[in-house]
């Protein structure tokens, strides 16, 4: 852990901001460098990021002796105005569907067992 993440190019689906967001749903408790390699960015990204969500009243950080608790604002609605009134909540909600319904196809692949072999042919002699 801690080491440089992988670079990327092109485009993704999800933003930094929802990615880091999602992290924090995930484990309100969490560190800023666990939360860096979850999501494979640098520790000084995922500060910035963690500023902007708390500056744009998504999330909001507490102090709790050496370490930070996260608690996500869910009624804060979504910055694009496609969006439409989309709130934080219903996007996790959202994220926690797939990671769960992703986690139950790999189980589901982890435990069926590999259909068997198809024999060779007996080469012709």
């Not at 993440?5 to 901001?17: A, C, R, V, Y």
């Not at 390699?37 to 009243?57: H, N, Y």
């Not at 608690?71 to 804060?76: A, L, M, S, Y």
């Not at 435990?111 to 002699?125: E, G, I, N, S, V």
């Amino acid at each position: 852990m801690g080491g440089v993440p992988e670079p990327h190019t092109g485009w993704t689906f999800l933003t930094n901001h929802a990615r880091v967001l999602a992290a924090v749903a995930d484990d309100p408790a969490t560190r800023i460098r666990d939360i860096a390699a979850r999501c494979r960015l640098t520790e000084r990204a995922v500060q910035k990021i963690v500023s902007d969500l708390e500056e744009g009243g998504y999330l909001t950080r507490t102090r709790q002796g050496r370490s930070n608790a996260y608690r996500i604002e869910e009624g804060t609605i979504l910055r694009h105005p496609a969006e439409s009134g989309l709130t934080v909540a219903q996007l996790l909600s959202l994220l926690v569907r797939h990671d769960v319904e992703r986690g139950d196809a790999e189980r589901q692949l982890r435990l069926t067992p590999p259909p068997p072999r198809a024999r060779d042919p007996k080469p012709a002699l």
